[in-house]
């Protein structure tokens, strides 16, 4: 059994293809197929999602409010070139608190908050009443769908909604970011947004795949939900390894581990003996996904095809086998 890692799609390389040294315009071709999925609203199409939020970061007011874990740190990078200010909310494992942040928001001078729709892409934020906070205390709410391209229930919330189409992501372009800006509260800056353009292969790219969004971050939530159960189960008696956010639907799941170097080791041990195309495992503390000791199966990162309950299944055996072996 060979799980199969998230590559470009045969049919959209074709595309890609004929887009070399076509006289089309993909760029307005794809701004109109993400606006078909998103709504209405200003869409730049640039030449990755870290430069969308270079972009954003330069024309946002500070104070800049985000997560303490389970964000993204590119946008914190970027925030720190323009020397604007960020604090840190506290979170339960990557997830807001809202009365956490209603309480945040009274006492503080925060004008923005960046958050990503998925906590560590292994559960969803509470964007409704993140929102409704943003609304009454005048905050700007940037909202990161990488996650969530393809889950319209989160389109609605985000003043500017971001996301990548790099690689491996819901969208597999392996290049290019999108800005869409719904409320127009900010002035992002002509030159920024020029210079960082995506060039009309990606664009190509992006139209065409950008349709399959909903069935693949489906099947990808479906899949992982699965992993999820069983491994929950599986480790129900095991103190030292347990399920973050068991209940709670992404595109990852994460198990806690007794050590930093557990988690290395564990890592290390399921890579040799999973048979992949590419690698799914990744390991915390980290500040993208989760500060404790963890090992993180990245479903996300697999191809639609290679989503089954069979695979799922060789997941957990694999996984149990190793947890067990290092019990000895
Ligand atoms: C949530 C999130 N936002 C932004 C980015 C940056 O994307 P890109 O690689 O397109 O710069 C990533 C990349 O993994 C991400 O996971």
């Known amino acids: 059994m060979v799980l199969e890692f998230k590559r470009i799609d045969r049919d959209t390389l074709s595309v890609m293809r004929d887009a070399v040294g076509s006289d089309v315009d993909y760029y307005s071709l794809c701004v109109d197929s993400v606006e078909d999925v998103l709504g209405s609203g200003d869409t730049y199409i640039l030449n990755s999602a870290n430069s969308c939020l270079l972009a954003v970061a330069e024309a946002v007011d500070d104070c800049v409010l985000v997560c303490d874990q389970g964000g993204w740190n590119g946008f914190i990078k970027s925030c720190e070139v323009f020397g604007k200010k960020v604090e840190y ?120 795949e950008i349709g399959k969004a909903r069935e693949i971050y489906e099947k990808t939530v479906k899949a992982n939900k699965y992993l999820k159960d069983r491994l929950m189960k599986e480790l129900e008696e095991n103190c030292d390894y347990t399920v973050i956010h068991p209940e709670d639907e992404g595109l990852n799941t994460m198990i806690t581990t007794p050590s930093k170097g557990m988690a290395k080791k564990l890592a290390y041990n399921i890579r040799q003996n999973l048979e992949t195309t590419g690698n799914i495992i990744t390991t915390g503390p980290q500040y993208n996904r989760i500060k404790k000791a963890s090992i993180i199966i990245e479903t996300k990162n697999l191809h639609i095809d290679s989503l089954t309950r069979e695979n799922m299944d060789y997941i957990v055996e694999i996984l149990c086998s190793e947890i067990n072996k290092m019990k000895k």
């Open 89 to 208: 909310l506290p979170t339960d494992d990557g997830l807001i608190n809202i009365e956490r942040l209603r309480v945040y928001l009274e006492d503080s001078d925060v004008k923005s908050l960046y958050v990503t729709s998925l906590a560590g892409y292994t559960a969803k934020q509470p964007l409704d009443g993140i929102k409704k906070l943003c609304d009454v205390h005048d905050v700007l709410l940037i909202l990161d769908i990488s996650g969530s391209v393809g889950d319209e229930s989160v389109y609605e919330y985000g003043d500017i909604l971001i996301f990548s189409t790099g690689s491996p992501k819901i969208v597999n372009i392996e290049n290019g970011g999108i800005i869409h800006d719904r409320t127009d509260r900010i002035q992002l800056n002509r030159h920024m947004l020029k210079s960082l353009k995506a060039d009309n292969i990606t664009c190509a790219g992006i139209s065409h």
